[in-house]
């Protein structure tokens, strides 16, 4: 069982570089969402998307861009990296009822990134 | 804003002895889900329990079991018969209708054998 994939797993950028974070899942979940971990801070929802072709910002969106072409996938990416955006970074994914979901998310298993 | 408080940043238990982790929040929300995840050191968050803020009985699954109390807006969770796989991070989250979901900061739980 698959579940939600996310690469890379670890990730070094400079401060400036783009990259983007692939986050895949094989549940046919309408809903996928993007969360960064810090320290002390709890997890942080960035941006989510509730069907191909939607999505919407989360709590902390600034610095990061989200599109959703199909059911499947939702990259994130960063544009213009910094400092700040270090963090531990979370895929996950539910299924929806009446336009909104439940909260039972299935996470990814992280991608740490570092920006130097 | 609305926010969720785990005032507990760490809590150890004896293996086999129970645990109460704390979590209040701050909604103006008359319906909502509450919850609560583990994320042990595989990293990989996983989740524990759900209550519905319309039911008033308290939610149990397993040795794990909610203490809801709607008006003071606290979701206590109680592990009974702690395991040592029980040792992990115990997250508080909520969300409302508008499909944003909000985290508490976390309660590392440690279980000494």
């Known amino acids: 069982n698959a579940g939600v994939t996310q690469t890379p797993k670890f990730q070094v950028l400079k401060t400036g570089q783009s990259m983007t974070l692939q986050c895949a899942q094989d549940m046919n979940h309408e809903y996928m969402s993007w969360y960064r971990q810090d320290p002390g801070m709890g997890l942080r929802l960035i941006h989510y998307?509730?069907?191909?072709?939607?999505?919407d910002q989360g709590e902390v969106p600034n610095g990061y861009n989200v599109s959703r072409s199909t059911t499947e996938d939702f990259p994130l990416r960063l544009l213009s990296a910094a400092p700040s955006q270090t963090s531990v970074y979370f895929c996950?994914?539910?299924?929806?009822?009446?336009?909104?979901?439940?909260?039972?998310?299935?996470f990814g298993e992280g991608s740490r990134l570092t920006v130097l | 804003a609305q926010t969720v408080t785990q005032s507990q940043p760490e809590m150890s238990v004896q293996e086999a002895e129970t645990v109460t982790l704390s979590c209040t929040y701050d909604?103006?929300?008359?319906?909502?889900?509450l919850f609560w995840y583990k994320q042990p050191p595989s990293r990989q968050m996983i989740l524990v329990i759900r209550?519905?803020?319309?039911?008033?009985q308290n939610a149990t699954e397993n040795r794990f079991s909610v203490n809801f109390q709607k008006a003071a807006k606290s979701f206590s969770l109680k592990i009974s018969d702690s395991q040592l796989g029980d040792a992990a991070m115990y997250f508080c989250?909520?969300?409302?209708?508008?499909?944003?979901?909000?985290f508490g900061a976390g309660t590392r739980l440690t279980v000494k054998p």
């Open positions: 209550q519905e803020a319309y039911k008033q």
């Open positions: 989250a909520y969300i409302l209708g508008n499909n944003d979901m909000r």
């Open positions: 996950a994914s539910s299924y929806v009822a009446s336009g909104s979901f439940t909260g039972e998310l299935f």
């Open positions: 909604t103006s929300e008359s319906d909502y889900y």
């Open positions: 998307s509730v069907g191909a072709g939607i999505t």
